[in-house]
């Protein structure tokens, strides 16, 4: 198009062992996906998982030194294994779920948490407290092609202590679930991505601390808060 009135940067990520990157057109997550995490938060764990999104543009690279953010004593981190998509798709069957994806990253969803609780207690939506300003920080994108596993240890540490330790294999619903089931309620396209839910442990980053989030295979996310 030629009639814009300026041009928007479009997001992406690093692709593992190229040059190439993965434009990034919508950011969805889901909530609750492990048991244990549900059970830590007072949630009844046999509902099932739920989604919200992100904007494209909360992403951020690993390595970054970010600001502190705004509006929050009380910023999280969540370790989330992260699907990108590929190939577009609706309606998609569980078992062709895997031929949609493009690639697998590390990520973490990171939580204003104390906003989150006020949207809780008032019934309202969870946008400022999920939705603002570098708040996916993400690894590079293996390829599907180079890791493709439906076990792997997932853990998070904070100044190089480990604070989350599970395995892939504990989501409720596992990627291909999600796949199906998202793609019913929306049309999946090629850029989007999904944050498949983070295990128990989740925890409190200060000032100036650094988060590691860390999938067997996949490239490490990693950010330092100022």
Known sequence: MTNLIFNVPVPSITIAGTDARFPVRRIFCVGRNYEEHAKEFGNNPKDPPFFFTKPADAVVESGAK???????????????????????????????????????????DLTRRDLQTQAKEARRPWDMAKGFDNAAVLGAITPVAEWNRDAARITCTLEGVLKQDANITDMIWPVADIIAYLSRLVHLRAGDLIMTGTPAGVGQIKPGQVCTVAIDGLAEATVTLG
């Not at 999280?76 to 493009?102: M, P, T, Y």
């Open 66 to 108: 970010l600001p502190f953010p705004v509006a929050t004593e009380n910023l999280h981190f969540e370790a989330e294994l992260v699907v990108a998509i590929g190939i577009d798709g609706s309606a998609i069957d569980r078992d062709a779920a895997r031929k949609h994806v493009f690639g697998f990253a590390a990520g973490n």
